[in-house]
Structure formats: C-alpha cells, structure tokens
C-alpha cells in the first residue's frame, strides 16, 4: 500500500525552497504519493524522515520465520482485523511444553511428534516444541535441548529468562534459528545481543503494552515476536486486539506476530482460552498439553478460522456412507460444495435412510451454480460413477439426482447405464422421497 | 450516506418570510420533515436577504428553532464567521460547518473553531481565484485543507471535502473532472477525509432536476461520496440511495431495502 499525501508531507522539512523543482513542499508531498516524484529529489530531507517513510510502506505485520528447512515456521503478514474482510493469512502457530525437568524428555516428544490429524483430506499437525527452563538449572536445559533437537519433528522454542541458560542452549540449537522465548525489561540487551549473534527470532515481553512498545523501538531489530505480558484471558483478549488495530494502523512497535500462552491448570480451561487467542490474532500459542483430544479441537479451529472466505469450501469428492449401508441402499448424486454436502447428509441422516451420498467435484460450487458453469455433467458424473467403486457396494443400479437438474437426467442414463431418478428439488424432501420411491 | 437535508435555507420563501415574520412554524415543519425522510443532518442558512449584522441573531434563531422541532445536529451554511459562531454556542451535539474554502485566512478562522467546538467542518476544493478545473487542481487545495486540519488536531473522519460540482448545463466539462476528484481524495490521508457535495448544483437550472441529481450521486457514491447535501423529499433520490447502498456492500441486503434504509 502506498503513503498517504499527509504521511510523507510531516516528513519534508517543510521549507518551500523549491529545490525539488515543486512550488511547495506540500506540492512535492503530492507528486510522491501520486509516484511522480522520488524522494531523493529533495536535498533537506533528514535521514530519520526517510527511514519513516521507508518502513511506513513496509506491510502492517511483519513476516517472521521460526526454525529452518522442513521445519520453518511462517508468522506474521496479516492485513485484516475480521477474516470476512480479506482473510487471515498464516495460521496460528501451536506449541507444545516440554519442560527440562520432565523424566522422559524424548517420550514426551515421540508424543509430540505423534499430533499429527488428518482433516477433510489434509494433513495438520502443531508446529513447535517449547522447551522450557524449569529445573532453573542452565546445564540442564541445555541438555534438554539437544534432547529435543535431536527427536523432533518441528522448530524449536527456548523458554528460560535467564540469559546465561539461553547462551548454553543456542550452543546447541542456535544454527536451527529457535524462537528465543525471551527477553524482557531485565534482560533485554543481553537477550537482544543473543538474537542479534544467532539470527534468531525473539519474543519481546513487555510488562504492559506501553512497556512493550518502548523495548521493541530500544531493540533496532526486525524479527521480534510479541508478549503485552498479560496471562488472564480477558487482559490477552484485549491486547491481542490492540496489538492487531494498531499495527493495522502502522504503530510500528506493535507491526510483529504475537505470542500467547494457554497454561490454565484446567485443561478444559486452557483450550478453550487457547481457542479465544487463535480467533483473536495471534501468532503462536503455547500449550502445555500434548494429549491429542486437547489438540484436535483447536487443530480443527484454527483450520476453520483460517480458511479463506472468498473461496467455497469442498468436501473431498469421494464415497460417503450414511448410517451402515446395504446392498439395496439408495444413491445420492450432488456436488462437493460443504453447504450443499452437509445438507443433503444431514436430510439422509435425519430420515434415518443409510445410503451413499457421492459428492461430485465441483471446485466447492453448488448444485444449480455447478449445472450453470459446466461442472456439474452427466460426463463428470458417470465418471465418477465409475471410478468411486459404488457399483461393487450395491446390487442395483439406480441413481437418484437433485430435482433441480432434472434435466440430466435422460443425457446420464445414456451414458452411465444406471436408472436416473429425478430426486426433489429440496433435500428436505429425501425422507418422503424414499417412502414413496425407493423399493430397490 | 449522510444526507445533509437542504431545505432550511432562506433562499427558499416560505423560510425567508419565516424570518422576516420571526414565524417558528415553517422552520419547525422543515426540520420534523427532513428528519422523517432520514436527513442525519439539517443544513441552516439564513439566505443572503439578511442584513450581515442580522445574521448571528438569525442563525441562532434558526438553530435553536430547527434543534427544538427535531433531534437532528444541524450543518451551519454562512460565509459569515459570526453567524457560523452564533449557531455553534447554541448547537446541541456535533455540529457541521460549513464551509471553509482552501484560502489560508478563511482556513485560518474556520479550522480553529472546528477544533473548539468539536464540529464537523465541510472543505471546499477551491480558493479566491475561483472553482479549478482538472481533478488535480481540486486534489490540490484539498490536501491545503487536509494538512490544515491536521496542524489544529481536527481528525479526518470529521473533515468533509466538497470538490465542488458545477451546473452540467454551463459547466458540464466539470462532472468527470469531481467524479475523479472523489476518487482521489481518498489517497490524501490514512484514514481518509471524508467527502460532501451540494448535489442541487448538479442541476441549476436544467431540465429534469431530480434525475439529474440522482444521477449524479450514485456515480459519485461509486466514487467514494460519503455524504451530500440533498433534497431529502425527493423519495426516488431515497430509494435511488438505497440501492446503491446495497450494490457498494455498505448496507446487508434484504428484501424490504428500501424499507430498512429509512428506519432510523
């Protein structure tokens, strides 16, 4: 996005000297942000002005990259406080705790290691392992460290405050640009120097957001991760907005991805704060559970939240099974759009009919909109007839189609071989459909 | 869109002879009408038949009068900053005032007080020398306006720039040169100012008045127009409005649109 006249204008040295060939500054200003002039025209601009220019053209959030290879990890990017505006861009990242002082570091790992979820055809997983300095013991964490490093399958996270814990740890692991879990008030310029060395990104915790965006302006460093401090989840709620809105509205300090750590004692509990800072912004969360019935909800959440609204969600296009169909069970033809799937599965399920539901490929368009733009054929549909394996699951060859797209029917009789009934318009009406019809 | 309704403007005679007989019931009649046809703003002008010295007195009568007869903030219209002020001190709530132009002493007046009344202030794009041209003239004077606001601490969001549309009858060359002005303003400052038109101008004196206006206010809509001064009694500028409502995604859409867009 380009400056604003009124941005660059409070950057000139507003002298009209007329030395860029413009009349005034403000004319000049104008010419910039039109692209009809370029700054190093003016001879009296500071070079703090171009610096603020420069970076007011940089995005609102900046990208921020955790570990290498394989295992890297994007943050950061984001453009929009509501997703139905444009979409929200990298998902959030989810790490595991494990701490120093556990007695079988590389159990919990392999546990870690293991939160892996197939959902609707796509593989998601977490994305870090925090190891964290609780023994308090810097020999200890280092060890811990290389325990980690050498079993995981995700980037690291180093969580100690103590500086000289950190410096034995990145002996290990600093090559792999872990996330230095963090520096603060206290530590700040030691931590910083640390980063700085490894090239590694840093969590910046401030004791409240004002603190927090003193210390990112005193760090000169481009690859921080954010923590406003708060812990209690109405505090994190709100700063996580105010960090979001601001950088939106360029308050540099506040343009990085953010941290947050979901460590209520209750379980229940901790996920479901976990749940709020995934839909509210940020950029990692931390969790100390790796039992996969805590994981997969927010897996699943961040899936949904992060999805881009402006493209029709799919169901995979293949068999489904309704309750536990039989040889005589009907056959449902429909599209993969989720809306029109999940419908028509539901009207099945409800007149408690087990049956075949065979989804389409449709690019995620309905019935009607998939008829109108060419996807939804007689073609695509025998094609899928015979590629799903439907036919070897039922003794008879009947096919029942939306009664929208009645007029397929004849066309796909003839190609598939299969008996087409014309189904109701609404799939409201499958259950009375298939009293009165079906009798296969 | 805010709709700044036009009609109590003592260029008008039922409003002239209400001040010269100092007869609320006109004033009272306008103000509930144009807040039933959904005016979020009710222009007060005195009309140019009163005597300068007159007009503080009368501005605040009208104020007070319109202010009383409806819950609407009223649009203070005078090239009179005396008047301007008068209408302020008796103003409930936020007020517009309009207008400044982009010459560097009314600027100087009229920013000021914005900022100490906490109003809303119309900016029109042109200066002594007259109305410019081309769209980037008018961009020009905007952003004098723009910056002016900025130095005295008024925010954007209360800054409605006027680029100044002139008959298409004697002017027409005019039209594309304010659409693309509106589309431009935009770009000055983040957030952006807001803009305002006259619309009536659109049409002095032609025939069709009311096609014409409405016309011109939904390509101007398209533009970026975030408010006019208009005829709030004309119901197919309303309906018009609401349409282009829906087509720009500001409004949801149901069915009974047209219905919605004037519930207040």
């Known amino acids: 996005m380009g400056l604003t006249g009124l941005e660059i204008f409070k950057q000139l040295p507003k002298t009209n000297c007329k030395d860029c060939g413009q009349p005034t500054c403000l004319a000049f200003a104008m010419q910039l942000a039109s692209g009809k002039a370029s700054l190093d025209q003016c001879p009296h601009v500071s070079d703090a002005a171009k610096e603020a220019l420069d970076s007011a053209s940089a995005p609102p959030v900046a990208l921020v990259k955790i570990g290498k ?350 008996e087409v009934l014309v189904g109701p318009r609404e799939s409201a009406g499958i259950p009375s459909f298939i009293k009165q019809r079906w009798n296969a | 869109m805010i709709l700044i309704g036009e009609r109590i403007n003592g260029m008008f005679k039922d409003i002239r002879e209400a001040i010269q007989n100092k007869d609320p019931e006109p004033v009272r009649y306008w103000a509930r009408r144009q807040y039933e046809k959904c005016a979020a703003y009710l222009d007060i002008n005195t009309g140019p038949t009163v005597e300068k010295d007159d007009q503080p007195a009368v501005m605040e009568w009208l104020v007070k009068t319109a202010q009383e007869a409806a819950p609407l903030p009223c649009c203070i219209d005078s090239t009179n900053p005396d008047a301007i002020e008068a209408g302020l001190k008796v103003h409930q709530g936020k007020a517009m005032i309009n207008s400044t132009t982009a010459d560097q002493w009314k600027m100087d007046i009229y920013i000021p007080m914005a900022a100490k009344y906490n109003a809303a202030i119309i900016g029109l794009a042109m200066n002594e020398k007259g109305v410019p041209k081309s769209a980037a003239d008018r961009i020009a004077l905007a952003m004098e306006i723009v910056v002016n606001c900025d130095m005295n601490g008024v925010p954007m969001e209360d800054l409605y720039i006027d680029p100044l549309m002139l008959p298409c009858n004697v002017a027409q060359e005019h039209g594309v040169e304010v659409l693309e002005t509106l589309r431009q303003i935009k770009t000055l400052a983040d957030p952006a100012p807001r803009t305002t038109m006259g619309l009536s101008n659109s049409s002095q004196r032609c025939t069709n008045r009311h096609l014409i206006n409405r016309t011109f206010l939904i390509m101007s809509m398209a533009c970026g127009l975030d408010s006019a001064i208009a005829d709030v009694d004309d119901d197919e500028l309303l309906d018009a409005v609401a349409a282009a409502n829906i087509l720009l995604n500001k409004e949801i859409y149901c069915d009974s649109f047209l219905k919605t867009f004037r519930a207040r």
């Not at chain 1, 034995?168 to 963090?182: F, Q």
């Not at chain 1, 310029?189 to 980063?195: E, G, K, R, S, T």
């Not at chain 1, 947050?260 to 976990?274: E, K, L, M, R």
Request: net charge negative.
């Open chain 1, 69 to 418: 290879g394989d295992k890297e990890l994007q943050l950061g990017n984001e453009t929009v406080l509501f997703r139905h505006d444009k979409r929200f861009e990298h998902p959030t990242g989810i790490a595991i705790t494990v701490n120093d002082n556990d007695s079988d570091i590389a159990g919990k790992v392999a546990a870690i290691n293991k939160l892996v979820f197939d959902r609707v055809g796509q593989i998601h997983k977490v994305n870090l392992v925090a190891v964290n300095n609780a023994s308090g013991d810097a020999a200890k964490f280092a060890e811990a460290v290389k325990t980690v490093q050498d079993s995981a399958d995700f980037a690291l996270v180093l969580m100690t405050e103590d500086a000289t814990a950190m410096e034995k740890a990145l002996e290990v692991a600093g090559e792999n640009a872990p996330l230095i879990c963090g520096a603060n008030a206290a530590n700040f310029d030691a931590m910083l120097a640390l980063a700085k060395k490894y090239d590694a990104p840093l969590v910046v915790k401030g004791a409240d957001l004002n603190e927090l965006a003193a210390l990112v302006e005193k760090a000169g460093y481009k690859k921080l991760i954010l923590d406003s401090g708060a812990r209690e989840v109405n505090k994190v709620l709100a700063d996580q907005t105010q960090i979001r809105r601001q950088a939106l509205k360029k308050f540099r300090p506040f343009g990085y991805p953010t941290i947050t750590f979901a460590d209520n004692p209750d379980p229940i509990q901790a996920i479901v704060d976990a749940g709020v800072y995934i839909a509210k912004y940020a950029g990692i969360v931390v969790l100390n559970t790796a039992d996969p019935a805590d994981v997969l909800p927010l897996i699943t959440l961040r899936l949904n939240i992060y999805t881009d609204p402006q493209k029709p969600i799919a169901v995979e296009s293949k068999l489904y099974e309704v309750g536990t169909p039989g040889p005589d069970a009907p056959v449902f033809v429909t599209t993969n759009f989720s809306l029109t799937y999940f419908c028509v599965q539901g009207d099945v399920e409800a007149g408690r009919i087990s049956a075949y539901i065979m989804p389409v490929d449709t690019d995620g368009i309905s019935v009607l909109t998939g008829w109108a733009a060419g996807k939804f054929t007689p073609e695509k549909i025998t094609e899928m007839l015979n590629s799903c394996g439907v036919a070897d699951k039922v003794s008879h060859k009947k096919l029942i189609i939306p009664g929208g797209v009645a007029v397929l029917s004849g066309k796909l009789q003839e190609l598939s071989g299969w």
